[in-house]
């Protein structure tokens, strides 16, 4: 998308909802907090989306502010008394199996949750959204040379991962 394009929302989510859920979902290990964090991240957009000056960058705001969510919520989280696990699968919406199923099918991105999460971001967002080094900098606000260190980190860790399975 050029930076004069103005940005159609819901051609904006059929294109990025399935990138950032995964994203998400790779970040929270969870498939409801994945869709939650997914749906926050477009909510955001409908209401602070129009200050993007430079739409071209659209696909990194919408990565970085999807991280920032998931960082929140998580310090949100810890603030919080732990609840009943039972109580919240009750509580819970029905979620596609079938989403879960291809998620889970293939043995990378299994060995991917096992990574630590300091350098699984950073993978995800390298291997599977495609992002150059400058934009995972962007997203994840640290400096490109802490992503170079973080991507190789992580390798080193997924590759210890994928043996082991």
Sequence with gaps: M????KLD??????????PLYR??????KNEHEASDL?????AIYAEKGS??????KVKSWLF?????????Q???AANMAPHEPKLLEAEAPAVDPGMARSLD????VAALQKIDETYRAPLTLFYLKDLSYKEISEILDIPIGTVMSRLSRGKSQLKKALLSA
């Design 2 to 5: 050029s930076d004069n394009t």
């Design 9 to 18: 929302f819901r051609q904006l989510v059929d294109e990025y909802y399935a």
């Design 23 to 28: 994203f998400g979902y790779s970040l929270a």
């Design 38 to 42: 997914t749906q926050q991240t477009f």
């Design 51 to 56: 200050s993007l000056r430079d739409t071209s």
């Design 64 to 72: 970085t502010t999807l991280y920032r969510e998931f960082l929140r």
């Design 74 to 76: 998580r310090r949100k």
């Design 105 to 108: 099918g293939n043995s990378a």
